[in-house]
């Protein structure tokens, strides 16, 4: 497969106040066309950031300070933000967490619709974008779909938006698709049906999909590759099987070993001590050092990644984590 | 108004009815809770799991006495408070406390740990300032907060440490029964586990009952001994924790359990596109509720709304297809 988004050493720093936080410090990976790549990692590991940067959404006090994201030949980190604005929504397009927030409430979901096709292809006619969207709204699944076209968001129940946002957000065939936490707002049978249904259309549209989420039990339904995240650094990165099944960092292992089960009685949860460290306030070495089992003097420098049994990782431990 | 030995709470078809204006100068009913008949066991663990909108969270607010019920009787130490407001419960309203699912809300912010903890106890008890102080100590070594947290205020912790102080205000007046509602739904992966961990800690120590209000179905598989699945207002599946998960009867139980993902277990197939959303509370047919989404639905279940049935061994299931 051809390699369609590569992201290499890329930084997004804000400079606060209290300090510079480095929210997404040193990170590279690449996704393959048709690939869906999960992104985990807990709040403020810099998940979203590294979304929000690879369609350079960052407000100040936030800049991308180095790096490239190579796209089609492009850096997309040098492109002038009338060029971005092309990309967005059209070949690159990203699906946010809450629906309500995405979608304008005083405009219909139909019109919505129309304007994200007619603005990227601006040859297409009002009956063609139109006949279009209502197609789209089709693959997501919304009944009616004619009658549907002309209600307002509010009419709409939160999984009902978020296919509208996911119809929207496909409607232009884009080849990279980013869902930053798209079914963290939404109930389980809903969240499954979301889930699905991005599998499926993004197989079929032949599109890329980068799915950012906390959830790991969500990355392991969906994800071809996995890169885990932890205070702005990828600590883990390689295929499904190997991340989740035999993973070789011991905040991996902590994060999967701490899920309650449905197949599998435990007394006590495994339970990672102490909280992700202040972006402001990082260890000297290892970031992970204060929570881990097995950190020792060693641990005082950050670990260089290396490659071990087919994935990246970023520990000193690894030989005795095996 | 008797209630067995064993039993620390028996409600009997609590009735909540909210009154929704659907224009000017008509409103309707809609059924929060509808006949809920529920026993609960001394020291044990029920958990009540279903979708949004299901009425898991007005089943706890009605039993803490933040909402009052209309109908039906929930009967606490021979009393009934069904219908009695927080003020008119008297000293009943210590032993039933509340943990909130959004630490962030649910603590003032301008109160400092020690006044947050200080207060149900000058609200409840005769305790002096010293001995009040102590209790506070106690209750922080019980929960894992440093003692040198107190004089900090709520807005300096992170989410899991807020919801240890949530914890500790609950549990400082030593209550019998503990409602939690969503209680770590809120926080990070890592620090669900601390949460859960030492809420099952805690239970065993001070023999603690806990109502525990979720969505998320491992989660109850882990930590209950009976579960109420709940469905636009009603019960329609009881049982010990084994039944539920071993066997579950009820087609909307099933369904729940087929979109829980889970790492070793693949949710997505074309199936879970079948599962539908939950409908509008408003306006309910006669027959049985879940019939619109149910694969079983025959002529028979519009007809009538079945009851929940006992089936024995305290198994329960309102489904005419059982």
Redesign the interface.
């Known amino acids: 497969m051809s390699e369609m988004l590569r992201v290499e050493n890329l930084n997004t720093y804000f400079d606060t106040r209290k300090g510079l936080v480095k929210a997404v410090d040193g990170i590279s990976f690449s996704i393959d066309k048709g690939e869906i790549l999960g992104i985990v990692g807990?709040?403020g590991a810099g998940k979203s950031i590294t979304g929000f940067s690879l369609i350079n959404l960052i407000d100040s006090p936030g800049e991308i300070v180095a790096g490239h994201i190579f796209f089609d030949d492009r850096d997309l980190v040098q492109l002038s933000e009338d060029e971005l604005s092309k990309i967005r929504g059209g070949e690159i397009s990203m699906i946010f967490q809450d629906p309500q927030m995405s979608l304008n409430p005083v405009i219909t979901i139909g019109k919505q619709l129309i304007e994200t096709v007619t603005y990227h292809n601006p040859e297409t006619s009002k009956q063609a974008a139109y006949k279009k969207a209502v197609e789209m709204l089709e693959l997501v699944?919304m009944p009616a779909p004619e009658k549907r076209m002309a209600s307002y968001p509010h009419q709409l129940?939160g999984?009902?938006k978020q296919r509208v946002v996911i119809a929207m957000a496909l409607i232009n065939s884009p080849q990279l698709l980013i869902a930053d936490e798209p079914t963290t707002a939404l109930?389980?049978?809903?969240?499954?049906?979301i889930?699905?249904?991005m599998?499926k259309l993004t197989k079929e549209f032949g599109s890329s999909l980068i799915l950012i989420t906390?959830?790991?039990?969500?990355v392991?339904?969906?994800c071809d590759k996995i890169a885990v995240m932890y205070a702005g650094r990828i600590v883990e990165y390689g295929s499904n099987k190997d991340v989740?099944y035999n993973p070789k960092h011991p905040y991996t292992k902590?994060?999967?070993q701490?899920?309650?089960?449905?197949?599998e009685e435990?007394d006590?949860?495994?339970?990672?001590?102490g909280?992700?460290p202040s972006l402001l306030h990082l260890p000297e070495g290892c970031y992970f050092s204060d929570r881990c089992p097995y950190a020792d003097d060693e641990c005082n420098v950050y670990p260089e990644t290396k490659t071990i049994e087919g994935r990246l990782v970023s520990c000193h431990k690894v030989k005795q984590i095996s | 108004m008797s209630q067995s030995q064993a039993d620390i709470l028996k409600i009997e078809n609590v009735e909540k009815i909210f009154e929704i204006k659907v224009s000017s100068f008509k409103s309707k009913n809609l059924y929060a809770l509808n006949k809920i008949t529920l026993e609960v066991e001394r020291g044990k663990t029920i958990s009540v799991v279903g979708?949004?909108g299901c009425g898991k969270t007005t089943l706890g607010k009605v039993v803490s006495g933040l909402y009052q019920a209309e109908k039906g009787t929930i009967v606490f130490h021979d009393q009934d408070i069904a219908q009695k407001k927080p003020q008119q419960r008297g000293l009943l309203q210590k032993d039933i406390q509340m943990i909130f699912q959004d630490p962030y809300s649910s603590l003032n912010p301008r109160k400092k740990v020690r006044d947050i903890l200080e207060q149900p106890l000058k609200i409840h008890t005769k305790l002096n300032k010293e001995e009040r102080m102590a209790t506070i100590e106690k209750t922080c070594a019980d929960v894992g907060i440093d003692l040198g947290y107190l004089s900090r205020y709520p807005h300096q912790f992170?989410g899991?440490?807020r919801q240890r102080i949530a914890i500790a205000r609950a549990i400082i007046l030593n209550p019998e029964l503990v409602i939690a509602d969503e209680p770590i739904s809120a926080l990070?992966?890592?620090?669900?586990?601390?949460v859960?961990?030492l809420m099952?800690d805690l239970q065993e120590k001070l023999n603690l009952t806990y109502l525990f209000i979720t969505?998320d179905?491992?989660?109850v598989?882990?930590l209950s001994d009976y579960v109420a699945v709940m469905y636009l207002g009603e019960i329609v599946e009881y049982g010990t924790k084994e039944q539920i998960?071993s066997n579950p009867q009820h087609p909307y139980t099933k369904?729940?359990?087929?979109?829980?993902?889970?790492?070793?277990?693949?949710?997505?197939?074309?199936k879970?596109?079948e599962?539908?959303?939950?409908p509008s509370p408003i306006d309910l047919p006669d027959g049985c509720y879940f019939a619109g989404r149910c694969p079983l639905k025959d002529a028979d279940c519009e007809k009538e709304h079945p009851p929940l049935v006992d089936k024995g061994n305290q198994y329960k299931v309102r489904c005419i297809k059982v």
């Open positions: 807990e709040s699944g129940s999984g009902m109930d389980v049978t809903i969240q499954a049906q889930l699905f249904l599998k906390h959830d790991i039990a969500v392991a339904q969906m989740l902590g994060l999967i701490c899920l309650p089960k449905l197949n435990k006590r949860l495994y339970q990672i001590p909280v992700m | 979708e949004s992170s899991g440490q990070d992966v890592s620090i669900q586990a601390q859960l961990n099952m969505h179905i491992s989660v598989k882990h998960f369904m729940l359990f087929l979109a829980v993902p889970d790492i070793d277990n693949p949710i997505l197939s074309e879970v596109l599962t539908g959303e939950i």
